[in-house]
């Protein structure tokens, strides 16, 4: 009896721990997210983009674009 009894305190115990929630924070990373024109490494680079130009990042897209486009076939 004594030690169905402990046994029912001790499983009840550890199906209480379980239900108990852990704290989620946020953290902040260490450095921010870099824009998508700012560059990578020079064999992912495609000839006639400038890292860091906006404007030759979003004419690249487009070309890239174009290329998937059917109706432009």
């Given at each position: 009896?004594?030690?169905s009894?402990?046994?029912v305190m001790l499983s009840l115990t550890g199906l209480l721990a379980a239900c108990g929630e852990?704290?989620?924070n946020l953290?902040?990373?260490k450095?921010?997210?870099?824009?998508?024109?700012s560059g990578a490494a020079?064999?992912?680079?495609?000839?006639?983009w400038t890292a860091g130009d906006k404007t030759s990042w979003e004419q690249q897209l487009r070309a890239r674009g174009q290329k998937q486009n059917d109706y432009s076939r």
């Open positions: 009896m004594m030690r009894a402990a046994f852990s704290p989620q953290t902040q990373s450095k921010p997210d870099a824009t998508a024109y020079k064999v992912y680079m495609v000839s006639g």
